[in-house]
């Protein structure tokens, strides 16, 4: 049924003027000329709705009429998702059709407060660095930061390989406004490491318009809480880049001269992250742990749409291109890498002890090495020289071997439980290895028997 009339088109804002009451905020129309044509509504005034174009508007004319389509956009909610890429409106990519079994509208709302589980148990995950520094407990919201080159393809997909393997979960991959290349290689290396089964896979891309990119957040967060309300799962959530997600809001916004703020994020920037971040929890039926790819413009650290996000994280794991270049990977900065789980309460006295000793070792090594540059080893006290080996010992130790990158290194995975972490920090720190030569620490497992 015809519901109105195209009267002015801008990029990808669409004013109609309605003939239907019945029309609301987040309908999906479409043109009846063309159904490739298809708008979300936003706002309604009366006898008009501002719209979004989900898609191009080139090709499109004023005085078409459109038809209601759905009341909202809708994606497969399914096992059917698993080993599938998709677009942001669920629609399949990856050359492969899809025999529908039931759908779900990608915007409805936030789990209550009574059904969230705030006691969910700690989520190792076997790598050393992360367990020890930045553990992560259920449902947590981890900020991942770090630029290209730095291994962070190769985290995320060990990540998804030893959750698997541990707790038998799935993972879900969003793709919000990073580069088509990306995505493709992604896409052939979990096929090649027999991951893609075992996920699924969301894309918005940097070319596609930024309502597609904004959307790719939403579609993928259906699909975790499929897995996590229906399967009783323990699911992994990649958004990569979150930052680019609030960056389409900002265009959308733009376009809809909506009131903008400094550097042109919408007015309404924290409850549209509100929105995403709401949705990431633990239930009593599963969890839903999100690891966030954070895009810092500019370095800017203090810019408002990188201050919103990250004061919504639970902690944050931090790539550094200077670690990646000592050869040490994964190549995390432990001084940066932190989680509101490194508390005496809830990961108990001895972990919390030793992060505090391992932190105090390496920065005092830090200082050693530029006394070393100038002065020379000789010039060290004992203690000092006792800090400065045992700290190499202990840098070299939080490098592992991946499981995901063993036909490229010839080296096999380790998955290491906390429990062996802990004691081998210990005998570093008390000097059970001191006539261990530190090579021996370099991508191993655990080292004591």
Known sequence: MVVGKIISIFDISIEVILSDDSVKIGDILVSQDDNNYAFEVVSIN??????????????????????????????????????????????????????????????????????????????????????????LQKGFRMGLLGGAGVGKTVLIKELIHNVYASINANAIFVGAGERSREGKELYEDMKESNLLDKMSMVFGAMGDNPVS?????????????????????????????????????????????????????????????????????????????????????????????????????????????????????PAIDVFKSTSKLVDVEKIGERHFKLIEEVLRYLTRYKELEEIIAILGIEELSEEDKRIFYRSRKLRYYFSQPMFVAEPFTNIPGQFVKIEDVLIDVENILNGVYDNVDESKFLFIGKYHE
């Not at 078409?64 to 942001?88: N, Q, T, W």
């Not at 407060?113 to 520094?133: E, M």
């Not at 939403?218 to 609030?246: C, H, P, W």
């Open 213 to 329: 990119r904004s959307k790719s957040v939403y579609a993928g967060l259906t699909m975790a809480e499929y897995l996590r309300d229906e399967k009783s799962q323990d699911v992994l959530l990649f958004i990569d880049n979150i930052y680019r997600f609030m960056q389409a809001k900002s265009e959308i916004a733009t376009e809809l001269k909506q009131l903008l703020i400094e550097n042109g994020y919408p007015a309404d920037m924290a409850n549209e992250i509100s929105k995403i971040e709401e949705r990431i929890s633990s239930t009593d039926k599963g969890s839903i742990t999100s690891f966030q790819a954070i895009y810092i413009p500019a370095d800017d650290y203090n810019d408002e749409a990188v201050q919103t996000i990250t004061s919504y994280m639970d902690g944050q794991i931090v790539l550094d291109r200077k670690v990646a270049e000592l050869g040490l990977y």
């Open 46 to 135: 009366n006898v008009s709705a501002t719209c979004i174009s989900l898609n191009t508007t080139r090709g499109l004319k004023k005085g078409s009429s459109v038809i209601r389509l759905s009341d909202g956009i809708e994606i497969e909610y399914s096992d059917k998702i698993l080993g599938r890429v998709f677009d942001s409106y669920g629609s399949p990519i990856d050359d492969k059709t899809i025999e529908s079994v039931n759908k779900r509208n990608i915007n409805h709302g936030t789990v209550s407060l009574k059904d969230v589980d705030v006691s969910a148990s700690i989520l190792w995950t076997g790598i050393k660095v992360i367990d020890f520094f930045a553990p």
